[in-house]
């Protein structure tokens, strides 16, 4: 069963303003064993044009999944997860929070609002990538995913 999974291919969204996050992300998702298509937005706006296809998303593909930092500018990730919550074309794409945040009202409130798990960024890089490559192992090689 996983060996067919391996050979789909399986489109991402990352929501994150971190270009160190991005570089480490971009790299995990490169070297592991899941064929994918990363794409990448830099603030909340962004996201929700890119899930919506409009300006110069139109030709965005509606992602598998979606990793979704909270600290994000312009609109927030808190607001981004309640947006694609809320839209029937949208609300059943996964979205793991991945954030910087251990407080507990931004974890409750992200389930609140139907986040599919919430993970804290370890500040140690090797822990950081351990914690990416799990999310791989788990959410593209074992979890079954909606298909678009």
Not at 16 to 22: A, L, S
Not at 128 to 142: G, M
Request: aromatic fraction near 6%.
């Amino acid at each position: 069963m996983i060996d067919d999974k391996l050979g789909q291919n399986v489109e991402i969204l990352l929501v994150e303003d971190n270009p160190g996050d991005i570089r480490l992300i971009v790299e995990v998702l490169k070297e592991g064993k899941i064929n994918n298509n990363l794409s990448v937005v830099e603030d909340g706006e962004q996201a929700l044009a890119y899930l919506r296809r409009e300006g110069s998303y139109q030709d965005s593909i509606v992602p598998d999944i979606i990793l979704l930092d909270l600290n994000l500018p312009k609109i927030n990730g808190t607001e981004v997860l309640a947006e694609i919550k809320r839209d029937p074309l949208l609300k059943y794409i996964p979205v793991i929070i991945l954030t910087t945040s251990e407080a507990e009202q931004d974890i409750l409130k992200a389930y609140d609002l139907h986040a599919n798990c919430y993970i804290t960024k370890p500040v140690n890089l090797e822990q950081f990538l351990t914690v990416v490559r799990s999310i791989e192992n788990f959410w593209l090689t074992i979890v079954k995913l909606p298909r678009r």
